[in-house]
Nanobody, 118 residues
Framework: VQLVESGGDLVQPGGSLRLSCAASGSILSINALGWYRQTPGKERELVAGITRSGRLTYADSVKGRFTISRDTAKGTVTLQMNSLKPEDSAVYYC?????????????WGQGTQVTVSS
């Protein structure tokens, strides 16, 4: 399975974006999927995750502003981002949540750039 991210853009502070992650194959067997972000010189961080059963997790910095959803039938994972801040600027990636939740990591895609600036 390969994951392809899209939806990144330049947006003003306070604005919204909707990121999409499309899988090349079925995600039915994947327990947990999530969105990560990375800025130059920093480690990639988990922003939001969702399990097959619908359990959610969010980084403290995005709680109340970001919403992750999953459509297993369509093979997509979406991140709705509201009230964006300049510090949300990063390249966003989707992937599994790894071995701790029973999955292996997939190959990282190219990501999608989100820039929040006036």
């Amino acid at each position: 399975v390969q994951l392809v991210e899209s939806g990144g853009d330049l947006v003003q502070p306070g604005g919204s974006l909707r990121l999409s992650c499309a899988a090349s194959g079925s995600i039915l067997s994947i327990n947990a999927l999530g969105w990560y972000r990375q800025t130059p010189g920093k480690e990639r961080e988990l922003v939001a995750g969702i399990t097959r059963s619908g359990r959610l997790t969010y980084a403290d910095s995005v709680k109340g502003r970001f919403t992750i959803s999953r459509d297993t039938a369509k093979g997509t994972v979406t991140l709705q981002m509201n009230s964006l801040k300049p510090e949300d600027s990063a390249v966003y990636y989707c992937n599994t949540l790894g071995p701790r939740l029973g999955d292996t990591y997939l190959a990282w895609g190219q990501g999608t750039q989100v820039t929040v600036s006036s």
